[in-house]
């Protein structure tokens, strides 16, 4: 019996197609399971958010239990003093404890809960988004008859499928890369070492203060002069925050944003199956039904702008703790009399007032080509995410709109009233104020990168529009709230 005669009339080898079969219903499997776990995350979101509010607590309890809350190093490393390049020496002792750090204090209880729980509101919206769609006539075939919601929702479905398996890799890839490419080398290997062992590495190593790879904070505090705290209970609390904070936290971020990738190849396989994205005429929004986009993208603006105060905070502790000079991190930001910046303030000072404002390079006294990766990259990168996938959805959005819009106005259907009308739509799926928002959020965080006291304008700009939204729900009829 040749090949030939084992093939069916389909063509084909039956063993193989049962062996591609077999790994697409395993790869199917595994996309079930996995999109089965984050979307139950996505309905219990506020439960989410509770247990690491609770968690983050917990650890900043534990800090002032172990006193690890406020830490103070002074350049030595169990009698082995670290010192600065260059022979600068050491102006001030720092303040490296845990609560004073905002990446690790203020983050663990309240931004890293608050934005994961903005993020899994935004995608438990998006299948009440792709519903609103069908139920508003938005989603066509090219004949302009509806589109089936079992077709529309199954092409849905793979895409999410997908994308949840490539997210949930990503997710296991950068928690393992900051447990063993962080934690390990950065904490456990100095509070593993013996006083023998961190003399010859911080010799070998030419470790100083303003080194790209090493931190002296909290961490390690067990190592440090005048500390008594047994290093194994150190040890424990670190891998824990570390485990929690950014190896959960920021892996979950990275994850959760890359999710909405599908959203972008979900619009591009509308167009490949000749659904169209049109209009609703009879919405009474200049937007003509894109409106039903505006609880999903104010969700991930939301989680956006969260992830980039995270960013920023980041970055703000890495400078900290390599500028000679500062006792604490609000020395760093007001100056090292805060009275006299609030005197200035007082008297509107403006050109004293601007002296406050100081690069990075400044604060480290290095030239801008010295400063190390290690201050930019970690709040960078993750800022970084967070924007490339909020506005690669937007476009796609914008020109899936758009076509549908063309699609339209080319149809015979339309009569001169109707045609008129679509003229004054608004092409931008979300109102302006969400761009607003977006684009303040990337001058703002961008600005505070390279001038760290702008940290100060990222909170208060944030902060007075929490209170205004509470202000304004308090004072609002129940008819007025959405």
């Known amino acids: 019996m040749t090949a030939a005669d084992t093939q069916t009339p389909g063509g084909g080898d039956p063993a193989g197609r049962d062996a591609t079969a077999g790994r697409d219903s395993w790869l199917k499997r595994l996309g079930n399971g996995l999109e089965a776990i984050w979307s139950a995350a996505a309905r219990e979101a506020d439960m989410v958010a509770a247990v690491l509010v609770l968690l983050g607590l917990a650890l900043l309890a534990l800090s ?3 006193k690890l809350h406020a830490v103070t190093f002074d350049g030595t490393l169990r009698s082995i003093s670290i010192g600065w390049p260059h022979d600068r020496p050491m102006v001030v002792a720092k303040q490296v404890g845990y609560a004073w750090a905002p990446n690790w204090g203020i983050t663990g209880f309240f931004l890293l809960p608050l934005t994961v729980y903005y993020l899994l509101l935004a995608r438990r ?39 949840t398996v490539i997210s949930s890799v990503l997710f296991l890839f950068s928690f393992a890369f900051i447990f063993f490419f962080d934690f390990i080398p950065v904490v456990a290997q100095f509070l593993l070492m013996s006083d023998t062992e961190i003399a010859k590495f911080v010799a070998d190593a030419r470790i100083t203060l303003q080194h790209p790879d090493y931190e002296f904070d909290w961490s390690i505090a067990s190592t440090f002069a005048g500390i008594p705290l047994d290093r194994y209970v150190n040890l424990a609390f670190s891998g824990a925050a570390y485990l929690i904070i950014p190896a959960f936290g920021a892996s979950f971020l990275f994850a959760g944003f890359f999710w909405f990738f599908a959203l972008c190849t979900f619009f591009s396989s509308l167009k490949e199956r000749r659904i169209l994205l049109i209009p609703d005429e009879a919405s009474g929004d200049d937007r003509k039904g894109f409106e039903v986009f505006e609880p999903l993208f104010e969700y991930l603006v939301n989680a956006s702008i969260l992830t980039a105060i995270v ?65 930019y990259v970690g709040g960078i990168a993750i800022f970084m995410v967070c924007v490339i996938v909020f506005f690669c959805v937007w476009i796609w959005l914008r020109q899936a709109a758009r076509d549908g819009l063309r699609a339209l106005r080319r149809s015979d259907t339309l009569d001169p009233d109707r045609r008129a009308a679509l003229k004054r739509m608004k092409i931008w799926p979300v109102g302006w104020i969400t761009l607003n928002k977006v684009i303040a959020m990337v001058l703002i965080v961008g600005l505070s990168m390279w001038f760290p006291v702008l940290l100060i304008l990222v909170f208060a700009f944030f902060a007075l529009r929490a209170i205004r939204l509470i202000i304004q729900s308090f004072f609002s009829r129940d008819d007025d709230i959405d």
């Open 125 to 163: 919206t998006v299948e009440t988004t792709i519903d609103a769609l069908l139920t508003h006539k938005m989603l066509v075939n090219a004949d302009f008859s509806l589109a089936e919601r079992s077709v529309v929702f199954e092409l849905w479905r793979s895409r999410s499928r997908r994308w």
């Open 311 to 375: 960013a920023v905070s980041m970055h703000v502790q890495n400078v900290y703790l390599r500028a000679p000079g500062k006792s604490n991190i609000v020395h760093l930001l007001l100056g090292d009399d805060a009275d006299d910046l609030v005197n200035r303030i007082v008297n509107t000072d403006l050109p004293a007032l601007l002296s406050y404002v100081q690069s990075t390079p400044a604060i480290l006294h290095t030239p801008a080509t010295a400063v190390s990766l290690q201050t």
């Open 64 to 66: 002032f239990a172990l």
